[in-house]
């Protein structure tokens, strides 16, 4: 997703994009970006769900992502599901996942940070 988190709208008209007050939509014909109803600081746009009338909405965490789908008119959420390795030992970092176009399959990828402790006895 790079520094800065956005998504194209299925019909090619709006980008959402990350603001310091939650996500924005901008038209790609200009005009002032709108403040997405129910968005939150820290919240990243991951993709438009079919249809282009929610995006799904990520918060990149220490050892997981939390997504929802966020109602672009109501602004409420519902929980999709939260990504999160198989096996937290030494995970620093995870990404949002990239979610493919059927919605059901996604990707992720995670910084871990694993080492081995050695004790050594008798020495002189």
Avoid at 9 to 32: F, K, Q
Avoid at 66 to 71: F, H, N
Avoid at 90 to 117: K, M, Q
Wanted: hydrophobic letters at 35%.
């Amino acid at each position: 997703m790079g520094a800065y988190p956005h998504s194209v709208s299925p019909d090619g008209t709006r980008i959402a994009t990350v603001s310091s007050d939650g996500i924005a939509l901008v038209s790609v014909d200009g005009g002032e970006p709108q403040l997405v109803r129910g968005s939150q600081p820290g919240d990243n746009p991951l993709r438009w769900a079919k249809g282009g009338n929610a995006l799904f909405v990520g918060r990149r965490g220490e050892t997981s992502c939390p997504v929802s789908l966020l109602d672009l008119q109501t602004g409420a959420r519902k929980a999709w599901k939260t990504v999160v390795p198989p096996d937290a030992a030494g995970v620093t970092g995870v990404s949002c996942p990239r979610i493919a176009a059927d919605e059901e399959h996604y990707v992720f990828g995670y910084v871990r940070n694993l080492s081995d402790l050695f004790l050594v006895e008798h020495l002189k």
